[in-house]
């Protein structure tokens, strides 16, 4: 079966830093995004890791681990509009599949 | 680029009424299309994939005579909800893979659509 994890809620302090993990094991990979969703919206894209390593953009990075089946996505200086729910999803065979994902709350 | 619209927003229709819901790429070209149903403080799940010119590719437990889907041409998708019931109410999402991309893995999505059935 597919599995991904996340947890499922995360507290934070504006101005800090936040490492939100994610395993997976899921039949195939072709690569791993990671999705922001605030209430009542659509979720928009972050980031997308196909090989290993760090990948870094602004505030945000995500890193890939294929061998642990593992993935972060980390986020800097945490601002309050940060708060929202962080989907990671690993494609495979063209399908995107989901965790559940983790509310992230923001505390000024 | 890779804009993908919604239409409606959102729909209040009463039970037993069928409600049409439109999914569209703007400024790409879509062979493939995904319909996303999300409950409250619940990840997305796929429904269907939407494949231009073929029939839909539905998931485990979702009824094809229920939720009809219609992929005409490379940019427009339809969800139809036939009979709809309170149980269907729910957060409606579409995404669309860009073939004109490298790799086409990422799918960019729309904005949702509210149901609500009365």
């Known amino acids: 079966g597919q599995n991904i994890d996340q947890p499922t809620e995360m507290t934070a302090t504006e101005g800090a830093i936040v490492q939100i993990n994610c395993t997976y094991q899921t039949s195939g990979f072709n690569g791993l995004f990671w999705y922001q969703q605030h209430a009542g919206e659509a979720p928009t894209f972050l980031s997308y890791n196909v090989l290993d390593g760090l990948e870094e953009k602004g505030r945000f990075s995500s890193f890939l681990s294929r061998s642990k089946g593992y993935s972060y996505l980390l986020l800097k200086e945490l601002q309050m509009k940060d708060s929202a729910s962080y989907l990671c999803a690993v494609t495979v065979n063209y399908q995107l599949i989901w965790g559940a994902g983790t509310k992230l709350i923001i505390k000024p | 680029g890779a804009v993908v619209s919604q239409h409606p927003s959102r729909v209040i229709c009463k039970s037993g009424t069928s409600v049409k819901i439109e999914c569209r790429s703007l400024d790409f070209q879509a062979t493939t299309m995904f319909w996303y149903r999300q409950f409250p403080k619940q990840s997305l799940m796929l429904m269907a994939t939407s494949n231009e010119g073929s029939k839909a590719t539905y998931e485990q437990g979702v009824e094809k005579d229920k939720f009809l889907i219609n992929h005409a041409s490379l940019t427009l998708s339809t969800l139809t909800v036939t009979s709809a019931h309170p149980e269907d109410s729910s957060f409606y999402i579409c995404?669309?893979?860009?073939?004109?991309?490298?790799?086409?893995?990422?799918?960019?999505f729309g904005p949702g659509t509210r149901l609500t059935v009365t």
């Open positions: 995404s669309a893979r860009d073939i004109g991309t490298g790799e086409g893995y990422e799918q960019y």
